[in-house]
């Protein structure tokens, strides 16, 4: 099966990422919301690649731990290899994440993930005591197997993450079975009640989040570079007013962000993890206030500690004080109110220093729109030498369709010299089996 036929869907590329990198054309079907390249030419999304360390770490730590402590060797294995499938995962969504390639987030990334859930679907299904029936082991075998035959035929990413969350909602509803109906001591039950309901805390919150990746990435990366384009106009001298048409759409999509920010802390009840969300819209706001009014979000509500006792204020005193001054019959000297000359000079000196300011701005504007140039340049000079490698092979295929045309003819014209003696051939086989056949 080809590439064109295995995969229906194009790559997706987010605007203003880079799509090409070191280790060729992005060709997976999901770009995330992290810059492309800030960091090396090696990683294409640096924070989502690194984050899968720890992943890596701690599922080898866990299979190591398995192996050594505990004493049943089929309990040994059956805690190992769910550690060592983590590990598997983590390494491969570091690859995918580093490179942004379809196989890589195929075969390495999303296809373990449903491997390993795999698992340990059939590892809470079958009994502690023994292997399981041949019944399930061949059940749950071929859950991974159809899911991959059907994610290679139609690979939308939406039938990966339907199949992953049904096996998660399988293992939780057998979890809670197995609660319900206990066979162990107590501690064991509380131990696995604690775990059970902290992970599903934490893959809910982890879902969210990622949602809001998805969902808010566009909308909040053009509300940003809407900001800096108004900042822009601000601060370099002599630029046109920004368009009422930005102002009002940089109004319209803050006003959304905090709505959503809001309504995002009432679901988390104000916890840590909304904070960066917080801090973001913040920034934005001071980058565009001077021309767009936004109110600021509400602090978080947070228990208020009791008040200490405060002193008695001397504030009255002082105004007491201030009304029973002694009479004077000398008016105040008048002060002349307009500037020195030192003054004057003391302020164009500041509006050169300004001035100075914005031109520096400006140059180093320049400046990096003099790298963007030639990074461009770089990539047409990328582009160009892929377009000269294209040609060469399409004029090698021309050359290879021609001699394999001159061997057809050659055949052809075999055919069409030798057709008499063939047919000549053809009639006698024939009036043998018929000379056979009248015989008998």
Not at 329 to 343: I, Q, T
Not at 360 to 387: A, K, M, P, Y
Request: glycine residues 6%; hydrophobic residues 40%; aromatic residues 10%.
């Amino acid at each position: 099966m080809s590439e064109h036929v295995i995969r229906a869907l194009e790559a997706v590329h987010r605007t203003g990422q880079k799509a090409y990198g070191f280790w060729g054309n992005h060709t997976a079907t999901i770009d995330w919301c992290e810059d492309n390249y800030t960091h090396t030419q090696y990683i294409a999304e640096w924070y989502n690649t690194v984050s899968n360390i720890p992943f890596i770490a701690l599922g080898l730590y866990g299979a190591y731990y398995s192996l050594v402590e505990i004493p049943s060797a089929m309990h040994r294995w059956r805690f190992a290899a769910p550690h060592f499938g983590i590990a598997c995962v983590g390494l491969g969504s570091f690859i995918f994440h580093a490179t942004l390639n379809w196989y890589a987030q195929v075969l390495l990334d999303e296809m373990p993930m449903i491997y390993v859930s795999s698992m340990v679907l059939y590892l809470v299904f079958a009994p502690t005591d023994g292997s399981g029936s041949l019944k399930l082991k061949i059940g749950i075998a071929s859950v991974p197997l159809i899911i991959t035959a059907l994610y290679l035929r139609f690979p939308y990413p939406v039938i990966h993450q339907l199949c992953f969350a049904g096996i998660m909602l399988s293992i939780g509803y057998r979890l809670v079975g197995l609660i319900r109906n206990p066979k162990h001591n107590p501690d064991a039950i509380f131990d696995a009640k604690y775990y059970i309901i902290t992970g599903a805390f934490m893959f809910i919150l982890a879902f969210g989040i990622w949602n809001i990746d998805n969902t808010f990435c566009d909308f909040w990366t053009m509300t940003l570079s809407q900001a800096l384009e108004l900042q822009r106009f601000s601060t370099l001298p002599g630029s046109p007013a920004p368009p009422p048409s930005l102002i009002t759409q940089i109004t319209r999509n803050m006003d959304s962000l905090r709505t959503s920010i809001l309504d995002i802390e009432v679901e988390a009840k104000g916890r840590e993890e909304v904070r960066p969300l917080r801090e973001q819209w913040e920034r934005m706001r001071k980058m565009v206030e001077e021309q767009v009014k936004i109110d600021s979000l509400p602090p978080v509500r947070e228990p208020t500690p009791p008040l200490p006792p405060s002193p008695p204020s001397s504030k009255r005193k002082a105004s007491d004080d201030a009304i029973f001054q002694p009479y004077k019959d000398e008016p105040a000297p008048y002060e002349d109110g307009s500037p020195s000359h030192d003054d004057i000079l003391l302020q164009q000196r500041q509006m050169m220093d300004d001035q100075d300011t914005h031109l520096d701005r400006l140059s180093s504007s320049i400046r990096n729109q003099r790298d963007i140039s030639l990074q461009i340049n770089d990539e047409l000079e990328v582009h160009t030498g892929l377009l000269e490698a294209l040609d060469h092979e399409l004029d090698s295929t021309g050359d290879r369709l021609s001699r394999a045309r001159r061997r057809l003819d050659h055949v052809a014209r075999g055919a069409k010299d030798n057709g008499s003696a063939v047919a000549i051939g053809v009639l006698i086989f024939v009036l043998l089996i018929l000379i056979i056949v009248f015989k008998t």
